[in-house]
Structures are given as C-alpha cells and as structure tokens.
C-alpha cells in the first residue's frame, strides 16, 4: 500500500472532522462517512479483517461504534466517533453477521447490499494495493 497517500488521506479525514466539531455542519457527514469508508476499505486491502476468512467477496463496514450509542452521548460526538475510520471493520457478510451475533440468513434479509466491487477496485489502485505473494 502506498502509505503517503493513506496518511494524507487520514489527514484529510481527521480535518473534516474537526471543521465539523467546530462548524456542526451536517453537509460533512456524508464527506466524512465516505472518507472513512475508504480508509477502512485501504486499511483491510479490500479483504475481510477477520484473519481466519481474508474473503474478498461480498464486503460490508461494520461500525464498533454501533447506532443504540447515539442515545448516551452529544450527538456531534456520536457522529464523528461513528464515521472515523478506526471505528470500522470491512467484513464480508458472513464475517459481519457472526460479529452482530445474528444467524447469517436473517442478517443477510436485513442488510443492504455489499460494497461495490468497483468501488474496492477503485480504492486498492488509489493506493497501491497490490496482493501479496508468498
């Protein structure tokens, strides 16, 4: 991965965050989700994070950071603690669906679709991300 273009991207994010801690702009969070949607996407190279699946294929965002917080906390710091990339995880569904402790076909019903497999695309040639061999 090229970690320069990473680092400015997360420099980027981090600045978005802290205009709209400052600015209560909504107009950022989507600019802000979006941006922490890729560096998570770059962070995994497009591959499931749990180390024992490494699945390329059907991949969603997972957010430790879950929604029922919102209801415990100011809700700007809710929004940039659930957007910032390291609260994250790519997963793909079968992986996301263990982790929210559901069974796989009711998950599955419920969830929207997976990232789009040109957007991962897109994302591992931004950043250099090329499989490793060996």
């Not at 490494?54 to 929604?67: A, D, S």
Request: glycine fraction near 4%; aromatic fraction near 8%; hydrophobic fraction near 30%.
């Amino acid at each position: 991965m090229n970690q320069k273009k990473f680092e400015q991207s997360l420099a980027r994010h981090k600045k978005l965050i802290a205009r709209y801690i400052t600015s209560h702009d909504k107009n950022l969070i989507p600019i802000i989700s979006e941006t922490g949607e890729e560096l998570t996407i770059a962070y995994a190279e497009g591959k499931c994070e749990n180390p024992k699946c490494k699945q390329e294929k059907e991949l969603t965002i997972h957010h430790v950071w879950q929604r029922k917080n919102q209801y415990y906390t100011d809700i700007h710091m809710y929004m940039t603690q659930r957007h910032y990339w390291a609260n994250m995880m790519l997963l793909c569904k079968g992986c996301h669906a263990k982790i929210e402790g559901r069974e796989k076909q009711i998950f599955l019903q419920e969830q929207s679709g997976s990232i789009m497999q040109t957007t991962i695309d897109k994302i591992k040639k931004k950043y250099e991300i090329t499989e490793k061999k060996g």
